[in-house]
């Protein structure tokens, strides 16, 4: 198969299972956690990066911001040989008991996004795979970590999250709110491949705090230290699934 336009990968390029954070920087910050690591390919927001960890090769992959962004990495990694992909991201909360630096593992999420509607109905679920979901849940209780595991939402408008919004999806229970899940949950699913996510929390609508709204970093220090450790609970999940 040809290198694919926007990744620059080709079969034979990467592994089977890939950790995909939204920013480049994180994809860094991941392969520190790593035995070791070499990076592949770098164009655009996408930087994919193969690493070892406790024995297990796996690629890293950015995915940019945005479900659109998110299903062309999906696709163009999916058609170069990764099988299982899990998100490693942050996430704005939406409940009153989610507090900046928890962390979530995505049970669903809802489609408040366009692109995976261009794939399918939205009345179509956009869920994990168990396995990923069940290994995530595991490493977090095998690293001693407590996780919220619930239903998030996937949105496209960052900017546009009004107090009717959040009021609705507080309502409906949903822990919280990032833009990329909900794609790479269904694309996966439709693709026959699994996906999971585990997320930090970096603010709270409810609370009204946003990402870099008391600091003139993006991220609150105790979000940045939870960082680490969600990547820690990933990095395990993949040896477990592997």
Not at 124 to 134: C, E, Q
Request: aromatic letters at 4%; proline letters at 3%; one cysteine or more.
């Amino acid at each position: 198969m040809a290198k694919q336009p926007h990744l620059l990968v080709e079969e034979g390029d990467v592994h089977d299972i890939a950790l995909i954070p939204g920013d480049p920087g994180r994809v860094d910050r991941i392969a520190s956690h790593c035995d070791d690591s070499e990076v592949v390919a770098e164009n655009r927001e996408y930087k994919v990066v193969n690493a070892t960890y406790d024995g297990v090769d796996l690629t890293i992959s950015s995915t940019g911001i945005g479900c659109p962004s998110a299903a062309i990495a999906v696709e163009e990694l999916a058609r170069v040989g990764v099988e299982t992909f899990i998100r490693v991201g942050t996430i704005g909360g939406l409940q009153e008991h989610v507090e900046i630096g928890d962390m979530i593992v995505a049970t669903g999420a809802a489609k408040e996004e366009g692109t995976s509607k261009r794939y399918e109905s939205e009345v179509y679920p956009a869920v994990p795979d168990y396995d990923v979901l069940t290994s995530l849940v595991d490493a977090s209780e095998a690293n001693d970590e407590e996780v919220h595991v619930g239903p998030i939402v996937s949105d496209d408008a960052f900017y546009n999250e009004s107090d009717e919004y959040v009021a609705d999806w507080n309502d409906a229970g949903l822990l919280a709110i990032e833009m990329e899940a909900a794609t790479v949950f269904s694309l996966a699913r439709r693709r026959g491949l699994s996906a999971g996510a585990i997320c930090t929390v970096d603010g709270n609508l409810v609370a009204g705090t946003q990402k870099g709204a008391d600091s003139d970093d993006e991220l609150p220090d105790k979000a940045k230290n939870n960082v680490a450790r969600a990547i820690d609970i990933a990095l395990d999940a993949v040896v477990d699934l592997a």
